[in-house]
């Protein structure tokens, strides 16, 4: 498999950016993808993930300000991330569950206060 993260960059707090994932070697359409982040000097947690069928799920931290979304056609998986804080900054990942996890390389997310 492989995972390519793009669309990461230095937004101020209120702002907001698209994260986009690119997928391929996988049978994307089954997958449930996942969005996952790892702030500086913490361990890396997930934020949102979405089934092959679309159903999502997120963390408290972002629900209501993040959207996991994914183009079945194109094998993309995104996430829409709204109303930044600078506690969002991190390195984001996303990563499919089957028939085993793989990761992206990350793109970086700074919020500036």
């Known amino acids: 498999a492989q995972l390519v993260e793009s669309g990461g960059g230095l937004v101020q707090a209120g702002g907001s950016l698209r994260l986009s994932c690119a997928a391929s070697g996988i049978a994307f359409r089954v997958n449930t993808m996942g969005w996952y982040r790892r702030p500086p000097g913490k361990q890396r947690e997930l934020v949102a993930s979405?089934?092959?069928?679309?159903?999502?799920n997120y963390s408290e931290s972002v629900k209501g300000r993040f959207t996991i979304s994914r183009d079945n056609a194109k094998n993309t998986v995104y996430l829409q991330m709204n109303s930044l804080k600078p506690e969002d900054t991190a390195v984001y990942y996303c990563?499919?569950?089957?028939?085993?996890?793989?990761w992206g390389q990350g793109t970086q997310v700074t919020v500036s206060s």
């Open positions: 979405i089934t092959g069928t679309g159903s999502t």
């Open positions: 990563s499919n569950s089957w028939p085993s996890r793989s």
